[in-house]
């Protein structure tokens, strides 16, 4: 898996580099509010994301995606899990409803999530269990809107849902909303 995702960011770089003549890239602040039984076991998340548009016609903006977003367990979790994160890499769209690159906009995304999770070091029963790290990739799609307030500045929102472990059974899909504030280089 961590050969796919190499070759997934290759691509979206090599497609970035492409377009960066005419396209606009920014970065990012990052905040993730997880839901259902994914809130249930971590709290707020926040990170940073890197990101680039490129305009198609007079509304139309295709979009990719990639940042790091830490998660803060729940206290309930919390002598258990040392630390938590998210990979977010995703392309998608964006439909401006007043001109390019300006205004009220509805977006959509999809891609992959790699997420890992670092447990404590614990005793149980005079028996010393070690620290461990497991991370798995899934599929990850997301709806949102947004709002570009000037020529540097986008705030948007979205629904992320991160598609369930094939390998665990009776595994949910883990969903949160999303918000990222985005400084914008370039100009339209």
Do not use: C
């Not at 960066?20 to 970065?27: E, F, H, I, V």
């Not at 971590?42 to 940042?67: F, M, Q, R, W």
């Amino acid at each position: 898996m961590k050969k796919q995702l190499f070759i997934i960011a290759a691509a979206l770089l090599s497609t970035i580099g492409s377009f960066a003549q005419s396209g606009r890239p920014s970065l990012g602040l990052e905040l993730a509010l997880p839901m259902g039984d994914f809130g249930d076991a971590y709290g707020i998340g926040y990170g940073l994301s890197a990101g680039y548009e490129h305009p198609v016609g007079d509304k139309l903006g295709i979009t990719a995606n990639v940042g790091y977003i830490l998660l803060s367990p729940d206290e309930a979790i919390k002598d258990f899990i040392e630390s938590s994160s998210m990979i977010p890499i995703q392309v998608g769209a964006k439909y401006y409803f007043s001109e390019q690159q300006s205004g009220p906009y509805g977006h959509v995304q999809l891609g992959v999530h790699t997420s890992s999770v670092k447990t404590a070091e614990f005793e149980l029963l005079g028996v010393t269990i070690p620290s461990e790290t497991e991370s798995s990739t899934n599929l990850s799609f997301a709806f949102g809107a947004g709002f570009v307030l000037n020529e540097k500045i986008d705030l948007g929102i979205r629904y992320n849902i991160i598609t369930p472990d094939s390998d665990i059974e009776e595994a949910k899909s883990s969903a949160y909303l999303g918000l990222r504030v985005a400084y914008m280089f370039g100009g339209n």
